[in-house]
């Protein structure tokens, strides 16, 4: 960690800012953020909404209950030949996944160690991922994930197929509402991520493909 | 000086004869152009998000050095440490000397145009460090050994027959297929091994926050998330113009950016870097490097009018509206930002005696101004880098290195022709009986009909027709 931290261009550069910005003062911006916040929906178009725009980038939706989402993901699973998920035993939703899960089919995977013991299973081994989300934004259908110690970030990325479970009563209506609502700025997560559908690409000739890095198939699980 | 510059007109000549490329640009443009106007059809809602965009940056803008002074202390209070450039160069040194420190061998790149600008993929293979894209597009453009074409679409030049013949030409597994989806999936087998491998990634920043030391990613693909997520060590790079002040600026970016750039409501992923991995988490890097690059930034910011340039958002809207880039294409530019935004900051970094001719490739039909999300005066600052290129100055690197004692003397003559009845009537009458006759390969006239037809000069002058129909001279 010792890199030369080059002071000498820190100060040139910022000491040359100030004085061409002291030279040539610009009178103080303000912001008026009334479009974003007038941006509201109605709770019940929200999720209408986010479905829509979400399916429009070939996200897939399924719905369960509080009571019976580990058996309907187990079932979709098992439809979709999935071998393996991946899951965060330490959270309450893998807790209460892997208490509803019968006869280990498919193979329930936990990330409970750190990455390098695993990277190459992770890479190979591993058909799907499950991780809970802080709810969903209506303006552009995104999903919002705070990964933690217990949820690590590359749950969401690396399984083909990611799944992540909505609550229904967790939908905002932007993100700017989101952030300023919950206070954000007090104290950022490591990393904090909106997901709006899997990954994709229209790199060559401006045709759209899915699952270029990132998964190739989103499911959104809404809990009602 | 001068003959070092870039040829804009040679290199535009030659794009202009390549019927393929000229379809391939024109169908892109086309289409993300459509796109673009679905997004904004609420007129109002694009109004405002757009004032209050361009208030964000211009406020960030206000307070350049001190956010900036911000960003680093709430980075390095986050655990990212931060590194200063004065140029490129060093901007090489600094991602060098954390490459050798950790023996890295392999690095993974998110999409980052600043790399670009550094040229870093060329220094680090010169230094025996693999250095590989992993976006589509540059991925593409590297294995062509070309340069980006399109700041958001890198290899929009190519049609898909031509990328199936690259892949089959260049990937030892591919076989020759021209279907995208399997395309897509040849490069995700082949980068996949590599994010799993690589020491270290890079990646851009469309953002940074001073308030929270926060690093703001977009993209579709998932790679720029597996850069800053897999490797031990992730280097992320930003010009010094990307800093916002406080999180809730970033909303209007990333409202307008995904939309003015592809028409999409917004990108796949929005990415929020704070802090390296803590004790206790599974993964994420072990250490984040912050490079702050100015790169000629620092004078663009020295003149009033000019630091305007500094608000872009990087979103390549003005390239996708302008009828110069969309018939040329990416590469006559042979820079790291073609189109209008590149024709007003590539001359301010590189200098006006490399890059003079770039603010003459521009119509000034405005159609950029019209759609940038953050309101740049692109056509005004493009008037005048043409004049600081032929006026001595200190606004503007090379400044004067056009100026040209003919080109004065043709502009003296017009101005002292037209501010002179007698010499004006003159002039018009001696081009009205000679001007059909003069070759246009005479010298002078020639440099505007080596490009141009050369105008067909009416027998008689205005003055005339307009004195037989009685009307009398002022």
Same mark, same amino acid.
């Given at each position: 960690?010792?890199?030369?931290?080059?002071?000498?261009?820190?100060?040139?550069?910022?000491?040359?800012?100030?004085?061409?910005?002291?030279?040539?003062?610009?009178?103080?911006? /303000?912001?008026?953020?009334?479009?974003?916040?007038?941006?509201?929906?109605?709770?019940?178009?929200?999720?209408?909404?986010?479905?829509?725009?979400?399916?429009?980038?070939?996200?897939?939706?399924?719905?369960?209950?509080?009571?019976?989402?580990?058996?309907?993901?187990?079932?979709?699973?098992?439809?979709?030949?999935?071998?393996?998920?991946?899951?965060?035993?330490?959270?309450?939703?893998?807790?209460?996944?892997?208490?509803?899960?019968?006869?280990?089919?498919?193979?329930?995977?936990?990330?409970?160690?750190?990455?390098?013991?695993?990277?190459?299973?992770?890479?190979?081994?591993?058909?799907?991922?499950?991780?809970?989300?802080?709810?969903?934004?209506?303006?552009?259908?995104?999903?919002?994930?705070?990964?933690?110690?217990?949820?690590?970030?590359?749950?969401?990325?690396?399984?083909?197929?990611?799944?992540?479970?909505?609550?229904?009563?967790?939908?905002?209506?932007?993100?700017?509402?989101?952030?300023?609502?919950?206070?954000?700025?007090?104290?950022?997560?490591?990393?904090? =991520?909106?997901?709006?559908?899997?990954?994709?690409?229209?790199?060559?000739?401006?045709?759209?493909?899915?699952?270029?890095?990132?998964?190739?198939?989103?499911?959104?699980?809404?809990?009602? | 000086?001068?003959?070092?510059?870039?040829?804009?007109?040679?290199?535009?000549?030659?794009?202009?004869?390549?019927?393929?490329?000229?379809?391939?640009?024109?169908?892109?443009?086309?289409?993300?152009?459509?796109?673009?106007?679905?997004?904004?059809?609420?007129?109002?809602?694009?109004?405002?998000?757009?004032? =209050?965009?361009?208030?964000?940056?211009?406020?960030?803008?206000?307070?350049?050095?001190?956010?900036?002074?911000?960003?680093?202390?709430?980075?390095?209070?986050?655990?990212?440490?931060?590194?200063?450039?004065?140029?490129?160069?060093?901007?090489?040194?600094?991602?060098?000397?954390?490459?050798?420190?950790?023996?890295?061998?392999?690095?993974?790149?998110?999409?980052?145009?600043?790399?670009?600008?550094?040229?870093?993929?060329?220094?680090?293979?010169?230094?025996?460090?693999?250095?590989?894209?992993?976006?589509?597009?540059?991925?593409?453009?590297?294995?062509?050994?070309?340069?980006?074409?399109?700041?958001?679409?890198?290899?929009?030049?190519?049609?898909?027959?031509?990328?199936?013949?690259?892949?089959?030409?260049?990937?030892?597994?591919?076989?020759?297929?021209?279907?995208?989806?399997?395309?897509?999936?040849?490069?995700?087998?082949?980068?996949?091994?590599?994010?799993?491998?690589?020491?270290?990634?890079?990646?851009?920043?469309?953002?940074?926050?001073?308030?929270?030391?926060?690093?703001?990613?977009?993209?579709?693909?998932?790679?720029?998330?597996?850069?800053?997520?897999?490797?031990?060590?992730?280097?992320?790079?930003?010009?010094?113009?990307?800093?916002?002040?406080?999180?809730?600026?970033?909303?209007?970016?990333?409202?307008? =950016?995904?939309?003015?750039?592809?028409?999409?409501?917004?990108?796949?992923?929005?990415?929020?870097?704070?802090?390296?991995?803590?004790?206790?988490?599974?993964?994420?890097?072990?250490?984040?490097?912050?490079?702050?690059?100015?790169?000629?930034?620092?004078?663009?910011? /020295?003149?009033?009018?000019?630091?305007?340039?500094?608000?872009?958002?990087?979103?390549?809207?003005?390239?996708?509206?302008?009828?110069?880039?969309?018939?040329?294409?990416?590469? /006559?530019?042979?820079?790291?930002?073609?189109?209008?935004?590149?024709?007003? =900051?590539?001359?301010?970094?590189?200098?006006?005696?490399?890059?003079?001719?770039?603010?003459?490739?521009?119509?000034?039909?405005?159609?950029?101004?019209?759609?940038?999300?953050?309101?740049?005066?692109?056509?005004?600052?493009?008037?005048?880098?043409?004049?600081?290129?032929?006026?001595?100055?200190?606004?503007?690197?090379?400044?004067?290195?056009?100026?040209?004692?003919?080109?004065?003397?043709?502009?003296?003559?017009?101005?002292?022709?037209?501010?002179?009845?007698?010499?004006?009537?003159?002039?018009?009458?001696?081009?009205?009986?000679?001007?059909?006759?003069?070759?246009?390969?005479?010298?002078?006239?020639?440099?505007?009909?080596?490009?141009?037809?050369?105008?067909?000069?009416?027998?008689?002058?205005?003055?005339?027709? /307009?004195?037989?129909?009685?009307?009398?001279?002022?």
């Amino acid at each position: 960690m010792s890199e030369p931290q080059n002071s000498g261009a820190r100060n040139t550069i910022l000491s040359k800012l100030r004085a061409s910005r002291d030279a040539h003062p610009v009178p103080p911006v /303000a912001s008026d953020f009334t479009v974003l916040r007038e941006k509201r929906w109605d709770p019940a178009e929200r999720l209408e909404r986010i479905k829509r725009l979400m399916e429009a980038v070939h996200t897939e939706f399924i719905e369960a209950t509080e009571q019976d989402w580990p058996a309907v993901v187990q079932d979709f699973l098992a439809r979709e030949g999935a071998r393996t998920l991946l899951f965060a035993p330490a959270t309450p939703d893998g807790a209460a996944l892997a208490k509803g899960w019968t006869a280990n089919q498919p193979e329930l995977v936990p990330y409970d160690g750190e990455v390098e013991t695993f990277k190459e299973r992770l890479f190979d081994g591993i058909d799907a991922g499950i991780t809970s989300t802080l709810g969903a934004i209506a303006e552009t259908g995104s999903l919002v994930l705070w990964p933690t110690a217990e949820e690590p970030r590359l749950l969401s990325l690396v399984p083909h197929m990611h799944l992540a479970l909505l609550r229904a009563d967790q939908l905002h209506d932007t993100l700017w509402q989101v952030m300023t609502e919950k206070g954000w700025a007090a104290g950022m997560p490591t990393n904090a =991520l909106l997901i709006s559908g899997p990954s994709k690409t229209a790199d060559i000739e401006q045709t759209l493909a899915y699952g270029v890095h990132g998964p190739k198939r989103l499911v959104v699980v809404i809990i009602k | 000086m001068v003959e070092s510059s870039v040829n804009f007109a040679k290199a535009s000549s030659a794009a202009l004869k390549d019927p393929q490329l000229r379809a391939n640009f024109r169908r892109a443009m086309d289409g993300l152009m459509s796109k673009r106007a679905v997004q904004f059809a609420d007129t109002a809602e694009w109004n405002g998000v757009r004032t =209050l965009a361009a208030s964000v940056r211009m406020r960030a803008l206000s307070k350049l050095p001190e956010l900036l002074e911000q960003l680093e202390a709430n980075c390095t209070k986050n655990g990212i440490q931060v590194h200063w450039a004065s140029t490129t160069d060093e901007a090489n040194a600094i991602v060098l000397s954390i490459m050798q420190r950790v023996n890295a061998k392999l690095v993974v790149k998110g999409k980052s145009m600043v790399t670009e600008e550094m040229h870093l993929n060329a220094f680090l293979e010169q230094h025996g460090i693999e250095s590989l894209e992993s976006d589509l597009g540059e991925y593409i453009v590297q294995l062509d050994e070309a340069m980006p074409s399109h700041i958001i679409m890198p290899a929009i030049h190519m049609n898909t027959k031509q990328i199936a013949h690259l892949f089959k030409q260049k990937i030892k597994e591919a076989e020759y297929t021209e279907d995208v989806a399997q395309l897509t999936d040849l490069a995700r087998r082949v980068l996949r091994r590599k994010f799993a491998t690589a020491d270290v990634g890079m990646s851009g920043v469309n953002a940074a926050v001073a308030q929270t030391g926060t690093l703001c990613l977009i993209e579709n693909e998932g790679n720029g998330r597996m850069c800053t997520t897999v490797p031990p060590v992730h280097i992320a790079v930003m010009g010094l113009e990307k800093v916002v002040e406080k999180l809730e600026d970033v909303p209007p970016i990333i409202s307008l =950016l995904p939309r003015s750039a592809t028409g999409q409501p917004i990108t796949t992923y929005v990415n929020m870097i704070t802090s390296p991995r803590k004790p206790g988490e599974k993964d994420g890097p072990r250490e984040i490097h912050l490079v702050i690059l100015d790169n000629g930034r620092s004078n663009v910011y /020295a003149d009033a009018e000019l630091r305007d340039t500094l608000r872009c958002i990087r979103c390549g809207a003005c390239m996708n509206h302008c009828p110069v880039y969309t018939k040329v294409g990416g590469h /006559a530019y042979e820079a790291p930002y073609p189109g209008p935004i590149g024709k007003i =900051l590539v001359p301010q970094m590189e200098g006006l005696a490399k890059r003079g001719e770039m603010p003459h490739a521009c119509t000034m039909c405005n159609a950029c101004v019209e759609i940038c999300p953050v309101k740049i005066p692109i056509v005004e600052i493009m008037g005048r880098l043409r004049a600081e290129a032929v006026h001595p100055g200190n606004a503007v690197k090379d400044a004067g290195a056009r100026g040209s004692k003919a080109e004065a003397m043709v502009w003296k003559g017009w101005s002292t022709t037209y501010a002179s009845p007698t010499a004006y009537r003159f002039a018009t009458a001696l081009l009205a009986k000679l001007g059909n006759a003069a070759p246009s390969s005479l010298p002078l006239l020639k440099e505007w009909t080596n490009v141009r037809s050369k105008p067909r000069f009416a027998a008689r002058t205005l003055h005339d027709l /307009a004195r037989e129909k009685g009307i009398p001279d002022v």
